[in-house]
């Protein structure tokens, strides 16, 4: 039996099991399916030899079955093999789950029990999860943040020898959004699409396979606001008027907000004219991005920054009710890009 880890993640949780250290109970429960999934199908498809699975794997749904036949499924001893596999899927339409208290106190150790409880969480002050904390592990699947996209479309291409440029990777995080079984979909396809002499994804492979415009989306409408190109910004958000599947002028402002939040440091750095003192200054994890900080320093002075970044937390809260009893949450983005270009 493996030693519990101290941090309960996705990656440390993949890492066991690769290693085949395995513990007798998981508990996988949240709003993002798709971790929950990728820890259930690498246990049904690893732990046990195929030739071992007839006799030493009960996949069944909680509607399906009662608690009471999930214990004795987990008490058989694995036939010709070390381990047994019991995963209940659709685990939160399981009734009467105080009956698994007593199996929890001394699961058998051969057996690899996983619960997968979709679409939310089971209250950790239960009794039954303080006992599957302490024996097993309790994983929460939480839904990624928008600004998270970006690089985890950038390492899911790389561990499949795969690259992509920074614009591409927003384009794609933008369009499809934190669904991260759509997301995957969507890389997997233009995976496919690319030449085996050739792996790295471009604006113009994102345009043809994913959907999305290479000239006008938030990427481009970041690069617009830096370069304070009035003209530019205002064709990208007459498209996204135009187009409202393609995007909204609303889904740039994190992307901004992180630009002028930066760009308000990039003030403070005692050698802001070298390009490789700056980017260490804003712990930059290349130097081609503060091509980006230089550009907005000439664009905006210190004092407009400052007024631009108190603009957006007017806009935040006003998103959010505050003092705004009308305006769309489009229209108080048209305003804010408004206020920064002018």
């Known amino acids: 039996m493996a030693e519990k880890s ?6 440390g949780i993949m890492r066991d099991l690769k290693a085949r250290k395995f513990l007798p109970i998981y508990i996988l429960m949240g709003e993002e399916s798709y971790y929950i999934d990728r820890i259930a199908d690498y246990i049904a498809q690893t732990v046990l030899k195929p030739e071992e699975r007839d006799f030493n794997q009960d996949i069944v749904f909680g509607a399906d079955v009662k608690p009471a036949q999930i214990i004795d499924m987990a008490r058989q001893y694995p036939m010709m093999s070390s381990h047994r596999v019991v995963i209940v899927k659709e685990s939160q339409s399981l009734r009467g789950t105080d009956v698994l208290e007593a199996y929890f106190r001394k699961p058998a150790p051969s057996t690899i029990l996983v619960f997968c409880h979709k679409n939310g969480n089971i209250d950790r002050r239960k009794r039954i999860m303080t006992l599957a904390q302490s024996v097993g592990v309790v994983f929460e699947s939480k839904k990624s943040k928008p600004s998270e996209l970006p690089a985890f479309i950038t390492n899911y291409l790389k561990a499949r020898q795969a690259a992509i440029d920074p614009k591409s990777a927003y384009m794609i995080a933008d ?18 699409s690319l030449p085996e002499n050739n792996r790295r994804v471009t604006p113009e492979i994102v345009e043809r396979e994913v959907g999305v415009s290479k000239d006008f989306n938030v990427f481009e409408l970041r690069d617009a606001v830096i370069n304070k190109n009035v003209f530019k910004a205002n064709q990208i958000m007459k498209y996204f008027d135009s187009n409202p599947k393609s995007g909204s002028p609303y889904t740039a402002i994190p992307l901004l907000f992180n630009f002028f939040q930066n760009l308000m440091l990039a003030y403070y750095a005692p050698n802001r004219n070298n390009p490789q003192a700056l980017a260490q200054f804003l712990g930059l994890k290349s130097a081609w991005a503060v091509k980006d900080y230089i550009t907005g320093m000439k664009n905006f002075t210190g004092v407009k920054t400052m007024k631009i970044i108190s603009k957006f937390r007017e806009v935040d809260a006003r998103s959010k009710g505050l003092d705004n009893a009308s305006t769309s949450v489009g229209d108080l983005a048209k305003e804010l890009l408004f206020f920064i270009l002018h």
């Open 6 to 11: 101290s941090s309960v993640t996705f990656e």
């Open 175 to 192: 369009h499809v959004g934190s669904d991260m079984n759509r997301l995957v979909s969507e890389l997997d396809k233009v995976l496919i």
